[in-house]
């Protein structure tokens, strides 16, 4: 079945800094991709949603300054948390649509667990 | 607006026991309703689905029944295996809204051999 991987599957980075993670479709094309918010025993809230080749759409109460998402290939979508602080500590997903297949379809990535010191 | 709600976690069950975990739903449309299920340290993977009222989604021996009247979509499993053991996320979409998602909270369910 179709993969979406991405990385880091972790990191721990210093308040005040920059973190990027990386949203990939292995084995399909994506027009458009999903990044999420877990917070512990608490639903995915959707933060974005990443169109390739055009900006971004952000819910409301997200900050876009704060959460920069790049879509520059139909693979690929990047989510970079800026000046980071602990608040911003949490589990990100992304999810890709096939644009091959019908609206339903969506792959999910494993998550990424970013810790703010 | 559009909300999901499960029945709070952790569930734990021996195997080959019933299972039942109940989501209830709110949508300003018509929703498509989703069972989606994460196993450990892997991406949440679409379990079943149902697109209008009263269809059955099936898959890996789990059913859900769309029930319109009762804005429900209980996932249900006659006899659960260790290897059911994994976070079980109810979900919904109105076609107005595109392929955005709703999730509810998940829930926990550690199933004991």
């Known amino acids: 079945g179709a993969v979406v991987s991405q990385h880091p599957s972790w990191v721990i980075c210093k308040s005040g800094t920059s973190v990027k993670i990386e949203c990939r479709s292995l084995d399909f094309q994506a027009t458009t991709m999903f990044w999420y918010r877990q917070f512990p025993k608490q639903s995915l809230m959707l933060m974005a949603t990443s169109n390739e080749g055009s900006k971004a759409t952000y819910e409301q109460g997200v900050e876009k300054d704060k959460f920069l998402i790049n879509h520059a290939s139909l693979t690929l979508s990047t989510l970079t948390v800026t000046s980071a602080h602990p608040e911003d500590s949490s589990f990100y997903i992304c999810?890709?649509?096939?644009?091959?297949?019908?609206?339903?379809?969506?792959?999910f990535g494993p998550g990424t667990r970013l810790t703010v010191l | 607006g559009d909300s999901v709600t499960q029945m709070e976690g952790p569930v734990t069950l021996s195997e080959e026991a019933f299972l039942t975990i109940n989501c209830t739903y709110t949508?300003?449309?018509?929703?498509?309703l989703f069972w989606y299920v994460q196993y450990p340290g892997e991406g949440l993977q679409l379990l079943l689905k149902a697109t209008k009222a009263d269809d059955k989604g099936s898959n890996k021996g789990f059913e859900a029944t769309y029930r319109k009247e009762t804005t429900s979509f209980h996932l249900e499993k006659g006899s659960v295996q260790v290897s059911d053991s994994a976070v079980y996320f109810c979900a919904l979409r109105v076609r107005t809204s595109g392929s955005r998602l709703t999730f509810g909270e998940g829930t926990q369910l550690t199933v004991n051999p």
């Open positions: 949508a300003t449309g018509y929703p498509s």
């Open positions: 999810s890709a649509r096939d644009s091959g297949q019908s609206t339903d379809t969506q792959y």
